[in-house]
């Protein structure tokens, strides 16, 4: 974030502000304390003035200094230590400037005398200012986070049937349904095993809410069940390898996000080929993150119809909603293998 | 009376043939799991009914039969597709929706038979299915066929069509390609934007376009990339004025 007084046109709140004391802390130097009213001003310029920059630079000290209980100690230490340099710079180099400006006698001693009364008004806009920076980045994180709340809110409502409709394919489903009525002639436990199958797979999809979070092992369960389905229905063709540590079965991710790339790849692959197709699927643990990547052989020389590309969008949009990061989702097409790798970290930043 | 079944599918095939036992008459003479097989069937056996599935694998049903001269008569069949299912209600083709009855499927094959009987030619009816087809979906590649070989074609590597009384002439990176149809049809389902029509018989790839030239009074040339001149006419060259923008 940028400094919130230096950005757009802030700074002249700010300064106006920092007149403003000027002016009242002049009045009462020639008020209440028998300063000519030219020394008054130059008094009051200059000691304000300086807190004024300094007070530009606490931000630094507020900004870079996350809030968090177990660093409490930490922070009184640091504000404590920044309050007291500035104070003693401030209070210093106001000395320096006004002492050659003013040769009066009465004014050297009344500065002397003064000292501790800056010094505690230093104090007192030191912690004014903190707090201003403090108010403005609790504000602005409240701004992002409820943004960020009712984008995923929109997003969720308005792509619920959306997602439903990409992740399970309509052709899956009445495809599957033929090669039932198939089966029921030809081979009618097949059949009956079918049915099971495709009543699970449909149980577990339809069943789930959108924002459900699932273990890694119920999500993968269904994916084979798909696959399974998808093998009744181009046999051979369809080759699985799976290689899942044991250590990430209970790991989270977010319900049904695997769907679409195991959709992407029966349809690039089995879809638009001719051949036998391996789809690969790995997951593993990588420090805070659970990487699971989905790969597929296909033809790069495929002059493929157009997909609407939702698939990948989707995933990646859910993905940057749900955890507040980008980049979560890597693509890479090599030696006709097309790669899709998600990592999801493992501990919410909102829950 | 032979018949090709053609579709991905194994177990779909399954259940044609298995339907296909009550119709002493038909004889399942070949299956094909993708287009490409279907083709060579058909030049191979010439068949007076084909099944056909519409999505499979390279090449879809309709790519399939753009290829072949006199088509036999069709039985399509579909899972989802609305723009298939579309294109069959406007033009009154019979065609199955997975999963379909065993009686619907009869009736298809009963109307087939019939047509079959009547020595009725079904170019018409294709014709229509494929120009109503380009109205609703536009096209992303074509298909076409050089004596045994098939090709497919990404739209962006066309430079032109031109049309040549029947057939349009299609240039492109790959070389020049005769394909049977309609300049209209294509004109229309043509991505507007991409492509323009710039002459009663010339639709050109607007980015594979060198520049314009002024000729006559009103009249245009138009200079390709690889140096082909094109003729543009009037109204020709106000679509072309709309498109580029200038």
């Known amino acids: 974030m940028q400094h919130p007084f230096l950005k757009n046109r802030n700074f002249i709140p700010y300064i106006t502000t920092w007149v403003m004391i000027a002016a009242v802390f002049g009045f009462a130097l020639y008020n209440f304390y028998g300063l000519t009213w030219q020394t008054a001003l130059i008094d009051s310029l200059v000691f304000n003035a300086l807190f004024m920059g300094l007070g530009l630079a606490y931000w630094f000290n507020v900004r870079y200094s996350t809030f968090d209980k177990s660093q409490l100690i930490n922070q009184v230490i640091s504000h404590l230590a920044a309050a007291a340099i500035s104070i003693l710079v401030g209070v210093f180099l106001f000395k320096m400037i006004v002492t050659p400006m003013v040769q009066e006698e009465y004014y050297e001693t009344f500065v002397k005398d003064s000292m501790p009364l800056r010094g505690a008004l230093g104090v007192l806009y030191y912690a004014i200012v903190v707090l201003i920076y403090y108010l403005i980045l609790y504000y602005d994180d409240l701004n992002t986070k409820s943004q960020r709340q009712a984008q995923l809110e929109t997003m969720l409502k308005s792509s619920e049937l959306e997602m439903l409709k990409s992740q399970i394919n309509p052709h899956f489903i009445f495809n599957s349904l033929n090669s039932i009525s198939s089966l029921t002639m030809i081979a009618p436990n097949r059949a009956r095993e079918m049915v099971v199958k495709l009543s699970d797979f449909l149980r577990y999809s339809l069943g789930k809410e959108n924002d459900q979070m699932n273990s890694v092992e119920d999500e993968i369960n269904n994916i084979m069940l798909y696959l399974d389905i998808e093998r009744v229905r181009f046999g051979d063709r369809l080759k699985v390898e799976k290689e899942v540590a044991e250590d990430v079965k209970d790991q989270k991710l977010p319900n049904l996000i695997l769907q679409p790339l195991f959709e992407n790849a029966i349809k690039h692959g089995i879809y638009e080929s001719l051949e036998e197709i391996t789809i690969q699927l790995k997951a593993w643990k990588d420090g805070n993150l659970l990487k699971v990547q989905v790969s597929n052989e296909y033809d790069p020389n495929a002059v493929s119809r157009k997909g609407k590309g939702i698939g990948l969008k989707n995933v990646r949009e859910r993905l940057s909603l749900i955890y507040g990061v980008n980049q979560l989702v890597e693509v890479s097409k090599r030696d006709g293998i097309f790669t899709v790798r998600l990592d999801i970290p493992q501990t919410i930043a909102d829950s | ?246």
Do not use: W
């Not at chain 2, 018949?3 to 002493?24: H, Q």
């Not at chain 2, 094959?109 to 170019?123: C, R």
């Not at chain 2, 032109?160 to 294509?186: C, N, P, T």
């Open chain 2, 1 to 246: 009376m032979k018949a090709i079944i053609i579709d991905d599918e194994n177990l779909a095939r399954e259940l044609i043939k298995a339907y296909l036992k009550k119709f002493d008459q038909v004889e399942v003479i070949a299956e094909c799991s993708d287009g490409f097989q279907g083709l060579k069937a058909i030049q191979q056996h010439n068949p007076d009914l084909i099944f056909l599935d519409i999505q499979m694998p390279k090449i879809t049903g309709f790519e399939m039969l753009e290829l072949i001269e006199n088509p036999p008569v069709v039985i399509f069949s579909t899972a989802f597709d609305q723009y298939a299912i579309k294109a069959f209600e406007l033009n009154a083709t019979d065609y199955l929706l997975k999963p379909y009855s065993e009686a619907r499927f009869e009736e298809a094959v009963k109307k087939a038979i019939a047509k079959i009987g009547q020595k009725e030619s079904n170019q018409k009816e294709l014709e229509g299915l494929k120009e109503t087809r380009s109205e609703q979906e536009s096209l992303d590649r074509i298909v076409v066929k050089t004596g045994n070989k098939i090709q497919i074609l990404a739209l962006n590597q066309v430079h032109h069509f031109e049309a040549q009384d029947d057939y349009v002439a299609i240039h492109s990176d790959q070389g020049k390609f005769l394909k049977l149809m309609r300049m209209k049809a294509l004109g229309n389902g043509l991505p507007t934007g991409d492509f323009v029509r710039i002459h009663r018989s010339h639709i050109v790839n607007v980015k594979h376009i060198e520049k314009l030239e002024l000729y006559e009074k009103d009249s245009y040339i138009l200079y390709l990339k690889n140096g082909q001149q094109l003729p543009v006419s009037r109204s020709g060259h106000g679509r072309l004025k709309e498109v580029l923008r200038y």
